[in-house]
């Protein structure tokens, strides 16, 4: 009994491709929304992984999200360290909601199960990383 509702949960809590494609064609808003600085001082492991994958330093000294990294890592890792990125994404205040008002990305990008993901953001209907997770 335990193994069968172990099985359905890993399951139920995928991120199935379609998810994560639209949160890659978000990516664009993620620099914008992010706050380094709490991120750079940080000595979880968690975010030790965010920065030395995702952020990139710029000539002048400051730091950007490096997009292509960013859209690999939202394609290939596995769900279990994707979920834990997007908790502390969401912890940072980077949440789902913020980074697509920011990305501004023309609705004809997206296929028909990412532009149902897209209305329920723009309704405040799924606000962060994890509640897109959860849908």
């Given at each position: 009994m335990v193994k069968t509702f172990f099985i359905f949960i890993q399951i139920k809590m995928s991120l199935p491709q379609c998810k994560r494609d639209f949160i890659r064609k978000l990516v664009t808003g993620?620099?914008?929304?992010?706050?380094?600085?709490?991120?750079?001082?940080?000595i979880d492991k968690t975010d030790i992984f965010i920065k030395k994958h995702f952020?990139?330093?710029?000539d002048?000294?400051?730091?950007?999200?490096?997009?292509t990294n960013f859209c690999?890592?939202?394609?290939?890792?596995?769900?279990?360290l994707?979920?834990?990125?997007?908790i502390?994404?969401?912890?940072?205040?980077?949440?789902l909601r913020k980074v697509f008002l920011e990305a501004n990305v023309n609705p004809l990008y997206?296929?028909?199960?990412?532009?149902?993901?897209?209305?329920?953001?723009?309704?405040?209907?799924?606000?962060?990383?994890?509640?897109l997770?959860?849908?």
């Open positions: 993620v620099s914008n929304v992010m706050d380094f600085d709490k991120l750079l001082h940080s952020l990139v330093r710029t002048d000294g400051s730091y950007m999200v490096n997009k690999m890592c939202v394609k290939s890792l596995d769900f279990e994707l979920c834990k990125i997007f502390r994404l969401d912890t940072y205040g980077v949440t997206f296929s028909k199960e990412e532009l149902n993901y897209a209305q329920l953001v723009g309704q405040g209907e799924i606000e962060t990383f994890f509640d997770v959860l849908f």
